[in-house]
Structure formats: C-alpha cells, structure tokens
C-alpha cells in the first residue's frame, strides 16, 4: 500500500507539469486553418511542421547535436583507450583537466567563448555549437568509453597485436565492434546533453542557425499562441523521452566523474 | 598497473586540441580581458585588478554571493536525503524500479528553457492546472520573495531529483544481497543498515551529486532568469544572473573579471571533492 502510494506521489510530481504541456498543445488556442479555439486537435502539431522557420529550427538542432556526437566520439575514442591501457607522465592532470571543464557552467564561459566564435566566423553555425559543447562532452565520452575498454581483458588486444594486426586495423576490426555498446551509450549522453543546453546555444545563435529552445522563446510575443509553444515543447521532448526508454539500463553512466 | 608508455599521450592529441580550442583558450582570454577595460576590441586598456577589487569589496556582490550559497545549501539538503529516498524505495520495489527511475530521469532531458515555462505555465491563475490553488493559497512568485525561492527550490527539485536518484541507485543496487540478508538475521533496523552498509558503499556516488549539484545550483541561470530575473527586489539575483547582466551591458572587463572568480570557486570545488575522492581510493 506505501509502495503504490509512495510510486504515485513521485509520478504525479514529475508528470504534472508534462501533463498541462501535453494537454495544451493539442488544444487548440489561437484561430488555425479548420479548427476554431478550444477544440481538440492536431491543428497546433500540423502547423509547427507547416511553420519553415520551426522546421529549420528543429533541423539546426539535430544538425549540431549529430555533429557534437560524432566529434566526441572520434576524438574521444583514442583518448580513452590511452587511459584504459596505459599510465603516462600526466595522467591524472588530464583528468583533472576535463573534470574542470566537465562542471564549469556555461555562464562562466560564455562571454569568451562568444568574442573567440566570432573571431573564427563559427557563430550563427550548428559547428560553433557543436564543437563548443564538447567541452562538457568529451569528457563524458571518453569516461564513459574507459570504463567500456577496461572491462575487455587486455589479452584480448595482445593476442591481436601477435597475430600481425597493426594498431589502426586493430582499432576498426577489433575494438569498435568489442565496445559497440558503450558507443551507443556514450553517443545517448552527447545527445541529451547538446540537446538541452541552451546557454550557449543562445549566445552563438544571434541572427540565423537557431536551435529549437530559442525557436520556442521566439513564439512568445503580443500574442502568444500558447497551445502551438506547447506543441513545439512536445516535439522537443520525443527524442529524449525515447532515448530513455532504449538506455534504461545505464542512465547512471552519463554522471559518472572520474579522478 | 597498466604499463607505463608516454607514447599514450598521441592518442590524446585530437582531444587535447579540440579542449585548447574550446576550453583553454577561452579561459585564457577571460582572465586576460578581467585586467583590462574593454570599449571595443580595438579599444583595450589595462587596468590591473581594479575590477577584482571593486567585485570583492561591494556589498552586492557579497550579498549575492551569500544568496547563491543558501540557494546551492538548501538545494543540497532538500535534493540528496529526498533522492536517496526515492532510491531506497525504488530499491524495493524490484523490478518495477526500472520505470521509477525512467520517470525521474525524464526532466533530466527537458531543455533548460522549457523547464521554467512548463511550471509557470502550471502555476498559471488562469489557465494553469494548479491556478485554483494558486489563487486560493496567494501563492505570488512575482511579488513575494519567500514564494519566489519556493517556486525556484520546487522547480530545481523537479529538475535535478532524477539525478540524485538514478546515481544513488546504482550504488545501492551494486550491493550484494547477503550484505542486507546478514544484517536481517543480526536484529539490523532500516537505520542501521543504511548507516553501517548502504552508506559506506555509496559515499563515491553521493561524492558526484555533491559536486555536479553543488556548482549547477551555485551558477543557476536559465531558471532564476526565466522566472523572475532575480527579482522581486533582488531577492533572487544569485551570482550568475549579475554575471549576465553585464555580459548584456556590454561590460566586457568586469564581466570578464566576475567569470574569473566565478571560475576559482569551481575550481576550488572540483579540487576539494579530488582530494576527498583520492582519500577514499584503495591505496
């Protein structure tokens, strides 16, 4: 009896103020094409994908989201083989190093970030976003894709290396497929944590290239049409819930902090 | 011990440029610009640490510096016993504990902007599912500085128990079960075997939520600004809203200077949870 009251006190926490955006945003609130306001309706879904600055907003999302993911991975992979199999002069400072930048908020780094970004013409394009969000990335990855190499016995790469594999060839054939799964949940965290960043997405986006989250501040104005925000707000929500539901077993590893 | 070899370090090159291009250099520049007034970036003059003092020695600054630290403090308190909590109980309820923890870990996923707007548009008078009850209670995050706080503790807690809850869970959930059977056949209470074996075991995963949780509500930005902008009469105006403002005031030299002393409190955090973690490590 706890038990189910204790489970639906939690779900009604977490859920209430899902269930008012769910709610709204297939009410319809604002006059659209065939459908009058107060009617249930797909209407405010139907004219966020008919809206071309909404659909480019969600494009640019996944675009530099896709973007941070395949860096993190590429970059992170060899790094994270250095630390699983060896130890070298400076080690632990690199670790120090990407702890630092792990939990260094945006804020902090946001005004020189931006002066650099422009510098470099990346700002008002998914890449100035993408590269910039390894910064709390990367190091997830390549934690992440440690605690993965470690747990394949190091025999495995010696046995490899004897029989006349070379160390690139080693890394495509062998290793990649051996942690197939920890890519997977590396690439889950890089996903969720691009996609719900908006510091800096905010402040590299001034004229063009704008993300879904500044897409959705932009919908709020004279008159705001609330039940089309609320829609919008759902779309951003599915791939995230999704993901979820696929990596339900190793959600604790994208909090992992390594020393 | 893996086999010392210094050749490891050009498997770190790609990462290491990429973290110089995005993290290096811009902390370099931020502690650059912090001793320098800035008018334009062809207009640059030295000032030293002017900027440090005039920070360090007003009372605003000090004043938000003690409200980030209560905020990031009854954070800490509320957050860490309530998701341990939820953990425990999660724990007991065998398999259904997954679906706990998807549920908790769906704020988790929510972009940061909308987190403020989705419980604004709950709290709603008019049109918000809770509305009645708001202006039942006279409940007013706007005007009344006890409700702001309210509103923004409830609002973390939605947004970040997830965090605390799945991370405790993997610690409790690693422990063998002939630990608790054998607490159970010496008379252990519920209290005892937290104290003496739940706890022992999850201090390295209470270390990060310490940590993680610490510094995101210390620097808490998206959601203060979005609900009240450190209103009402500065009541919420924590560290990083004032750093904000002068990043918007185009007061590059000082917002330069606050990033920096901003930036040694973290790092004075991530250097205090090192220490604490390399003690507890098997020597």
């Known amino acids: 009896m706890t038990r189910i009251l204790g489970f639906s006190a939690l779900t009604v926490f977490i859920l209430l103020p899902l269930t008012q955006a769910v709610i709204l945003s297939f009410t319809v609130t604002m006059p659209k094409p065939g459908a009058v306001p107060g009617e249930v309706a797909l209407a405010n879904y139907l004219a966020v994908f008919a809206d071309p600055n909404l659909r480019s907003a969600i494009l640019n999302s996944i675009t530099y989201v896709l973007v941070n993911v395949v860096l993190c991975l590429a970059v992170g992979l060899p790094a994270a083989y250095a630390l699983a199999r060896y130890s070298f002069v400076g080690d632990r400072h690199f670790l120090l190093l990407i702890l630092v930048f792990r939990v260094t908020p945006p804020v902090v780094l946001s005004l020189p970030i931006f002066i650099l970004f422009s510098q470099l013409g990346l700002v008002n394009s998914p890449l100035g976003i993408a590269l ?16 993965f190499i470690r747990s394949v016995p190091r025999e495995y790469d010696e046995t490899v290396f004897l029989d006349g594999w070379s160390f690139p060839a080693f890394f495509f054939r062998f290793l990649i497929p051996q942690i197939a799964p920890g890519l997977g949940v590396a690439a889950f965290f890089c ?3 691009s996609w719900v960043e908006v510091v800096f997405a905010r402040i590299l986006t ?38 979820i539901w696929i990596f339900r077993n190793h959600l604790a590893r994208g909090f992992i902090l390594r020393t | 011990m893996p086999p010392h070899d210094n050749r490891a370090w ?27 007034d800035i008018f334009s970036l062809a207009d640059i003059h030295w000032v030293g640490v002017e900027w440090f003092a005039d920070i360090l020695g007003s009372d605003r600054f000090l004043a938000s510096l003690g409200r980030s630290l209560l905020f990031a403090a009854l954070v800490l308190t509320i957050q860490i016993p309530l998701g341990l909590l939820i953990a425990r109980f999660l724990i007991g309820c065998g398999r259904g504990a997954v679906w706990g923890l998807m549920l908790c870990a769906i704020p988790l996923v929510v972009p940061w902007n909308m987190i403020p707007m989705l419980w604004l548009g709950l709290i709603d008078k008019q049109t918000g599912l809770l509305g009645p009850a708001v202006l039942a209670s006279g409940f007013d995050y706007k005007e009344t500085a006890i409700h702001t706080w309210i509103l923004l503790l409830t609002v973390d807690t939605w947004h970040w128990i997830g965090l605390v809850v799945v991370l405790a869970y993997a610690g409790l959930s690693a422990i063998p079960h002939a630990y608790r059977q054998a607490a159970a056949i010496d008379g252990a ?25 610490f510094v995101d509500s210390f620097m808490i930005y998206t959601e203060a600004f979005a609900i009240n902008a450190g209103g009402p009469h500065d009541a919420t105006r924590f560290l990083s809203i004032e750093l904000g403002e002068e990043i918007k005031g185009f007061s590059y030299g000082q917002a330069a200077a606050r990033a920096t002393l901003y930036f040694l409190i973290v790092l004075t955090a991530v250097w205090a949870f090192v220490v604490a973690m390399r003690q507890k490590e098997p020597a």
């Open chain 1, 132 to 147: 910039v969000h390894c910064l709390f990335n990367l190091p997830v990855t390549i934690w992440i894709l440690e605690s």
């Open chain 2, 189 to 213: 209470s519920r209290w005892d075997v937290f104290r003496h074996i739940e706890l022992p075991r999850i201090t390295r995963a209470l270390g990060i939520v310490l940590l993680l949780r």
């Open chain 2, 10 to 36: 050009l498997l770190l090159i790609p990462a290491l440029a990429l973290l110089a291009l995005v993290g290096v250099l811009p902390l370099l520049a931020v502690v650059n610009y912090g001793f320098h």
């Open chain 1, 191 to 193: 996903f969720i944590f």
């Open chain 1, 206 to 243: 001034v004229t063009a290239g704008k993300p879904i989250t500044m897409a959705i501040n932009a919908m709020f104005g004279f008159q705001t049409d609330i039940g089309m925000v609320m829609a919008m707000t759902c779309v951003s929500l599915v791939p995230g819930i999704a993901m």
